[in-house]
């Protein structure tokens, strides 16, 4: 038997009356279709909204990683939890075909198909969320810097690139960011003024 060039099939070589080629189809050629159909429709969950929402947040993210300092907060009933990031000695990734950013070996965000036709999935050392859309985060100016504001549930993720190194009332300075789209009372966030 020989095989069509693309088709995926394989003609017979027995001999057939009519002049028309005669085809069989494989086995095997029918289960990888149905094996590549899952994929594809896996990847066509990424629906353009959300490549274009998701996509220019990631992007956005980027573009705050080009500063020098860039600080993670994670505010929630418990506390706030803060770490900077010196992007001098953490190598920034911008990864534009597969939507991935990567900055040293702690901060990734991802956007990547589901069911709703996106998310992002961010990561930093133990903080994991995912956000799905518009509602989910919030963008900040303030003297200091620029900030986006990620909420999930209760808890607010805080990346904020400085102006300059913030030295004196860190937390001060990253709580009154935070303050800016996300509001607590006893402990429990009540508002959270997204932007879009």
Partial sequence: MSSLP????????LAVPSALPFFLPCVFSVRGFFRSGDVSLA????DMHAL???GDLRAKLVKLFQSRFVYIT???AEGIYVAEIDTESALVVDDKPGLKLKVGDHFSASVLPSREGGKMDIRFREIKLTVYGL???AFVDTADGHAILFKEGHSVVTV???NQQLQ????KTLKAVTGKAA???KGELVTFKASE
């Fill in 6 to 13: 693309g088709s995926g099939f394989y003609k017979s070589q």
């Fill in 43 to 46: 990847v066509s969950n990424l």
């Fill in 52 to 54: 274009f929402v998701l």
């Fill in 74 to 76: 994670e505010q929630n």
């Fill in 135 to 137: 509602g989910d985060y």
């Fill in 160 to 162: 904020f690139a400085a």
């Fill in 168 to 171: 004196e009332g860190l937390t």
């Fill in 183 to 185: 509001k607590w009372r």
